[in-house]
């Protein structure tokens, strides 16, 4: 199916070094089924705008020495377009001051020198504050490919719709109000989980916990840890992808307490207020150690 021609252009810029390919990797290994596809060039994610229509985005790179990312819109009414370029801008990371992270790291000296080996890289985010809350639930303890099984499991309560682009029968990520009143038995996870699940969705319908705009990660932590069935991971992994906490550090994940674990010297609170990215470069370094694809960092 052929778009129609409402369409915008825009390069976003950023400060260098920036690594890409790990940011691309991520939303390769996190995307949600049939909303958004990663292929090796650029990212795309099909959402809803005004009046239930369907945009399109896709984000490519420049190249380095342009240093911007290339954002083209389709099918999103230009009063919409501000609210989606500021969308991806905190997806990729793309406000981040390299400089100030590094000179952050200083303080300590084993991730000063594995911040050196990675210097460009950024915490990715999600493109949903509430896909983030509902499928960080359901990734708790199972791997990541399997989480992406549950999530498309999930999906099927969803509104249907056709893809902007293929034209293809799809199903919108399931709003609040979806979530609250089904029962979720098709979904392959804890009952515990399930009624998690629900907890998230009506505080969200009741706007104990927002979606939109600035929200305080101390508060959405303590909601989210009086939710039986949602651990201190969890809410950490939130504050830090779905809110872009900087300093957020999911202290027990296997990974990262590996890492800990193999250099006893590193203090991880010495590099306050930026935990989140010290948590991605371990990630990173437990990955390439292990011999798993770099797709795989949580």
């Not at 992270?101 to 000296?109: E, L, N, P, R, T």
Request: charged fraction near 25%.
């Amino acid at each position: 199916m052929k778009l129609n021609d409402e369409s915008t252009t825009l390069n976003l810029d950023y400060l260098p070094p920036f690594d890409w390919e790990s940011v691309l990797a991520f939303f390769r290994a996190h995307q949600v089924p049939e909303l958004e596809s990663v292929d090796s060039k650029g990212y795309e994610r099909a959402f809803a705008t005004q009046g239930r229509r369907l945009g399109l985005l896709r984000v490519t790179h420049n190249g380095p020495r342009k240093r911007t990312l290339r954002l083209d819109l389709t099918n999103v009414p230009v009063n919409a377009v501000a609210t989606v370029t500021k969308s991806v801008r905190h997806m990729f990371d793309l406000d981040a001051e390299p400089k100030r992270i590094a000179d952050g790291m200083k303080s300590d000296a084993y991730l000063s020198k594995l911040w050196s080996l990675y210097p460009g890289l950024r915490v990715a985010h999600s493109w949903d504050r509430f896909e983030t809350l509902v499928r960080t639930i359901l990734g708790q303890l199972v791997s990541v490919s399997f989480g992406r099984t549950l999530t498309r499991e999930l999906m099927q309560y969803g509104t249907r719709v056709r893809h902007p682009k293929t034209n293809e029968p799809i199903s919108l990520f399931p709003t609040p109000e979806q979530l609250t009143s089904c029962d979720l038995s098709v979904v392959r996870t804890s009952e515990m989980r399930r009624t998690a699940i629900r907890a998230v969705a009506s505080l969200v319908r009741n706007k104990t916990i927002p979606l939109d705009g600035p929200a305080s990660s101390k508060e959405l932590k303590k909601i989210l840890l009086s939710i039986p069935g949602i651990g201190p991971w969890s809410a950490e992994y939130v504050a830090m992808r779905g809110l872009g906490d900087d300093d957020a550090f999911p202290a027990t994940d296997y990974g990262l307490k590996q890492e800990i674990k193999r250099h006893p010297e590193m203090n991880i609170n010495n590099v306050r207020p930026w935990r989140a990215y010290a948590a991605t470069a371990l990630w990173k370094t437990f990955t390439a150690r292990k011999g798993v694809p770099d797709e795989l960092i949580l």
